[in-house]
Nanobody, 121 residues
Framework: QVQLVESGGGLVQAGGSLRLSCAASGRTSTSITLGWFRQAPGLEREFVAA????????SYADSVKGRFTATRDNAKRTAYLQMNSLQPEDTAVYYCAGSYYYGDPSKYVYWGQGTQVTVSS
């Protein structure tokens, strides 16, 4: 089992930045792909970004490419999502998730509780 806890959400003005953190615990927490998803009110949850266990590969949704960066520090068992140039449409609850597969958003089996990100115009 892997437990994931997000933090770092908040209220920011358009054009601002936030960094989300995802603390992982559990026996295999350093060997799984960590992904970020978000869900805005009334919409389905969508994939945002993912990073392999080694950090050597990352992938991003087209809507965040060039603005968001996923990293991880396995020594700290923590993943990060640096979000720059935030826009009101980025407002959502952001979730950290864990998977044993990279490249398939349907394969995530571990989920955090989510952290709210609100971008004001």
């Amino acid at each position: 089992q892997v437990q994931l806890v997000e933090s770092g959400g908040g209220l920011v003005q358009a054009g601002g930045s936030l960094r989300l953190s995802c603390a992982a615990s559990g026996r295999t927490s350093t060997s799984i792909t960590l992904g970020w998803f978000r869900q805005a009110p009334g919409l389905e949850r969508e994939f945002v970004a993912a990073i392999t266990w080694s950090g050597s590969s990352t992938s991003y949704a087209d809507s965040v490419k060039g603005r968001f960066t996923a990293t991880r520090d396995n020594a700290k068992r923590t993943a990060y999502l640096q979000m720059n140039s935030l826009q009101p449409e980025d407002t959502a609850v952001y979730y950290c998730a864990g998977s044993y597969y990279y490249g398939d958003p349907s394969k995530y089996v571990y989920w955090g509780q989510g952290t709210q990100v609100t971008v004001s115009s």
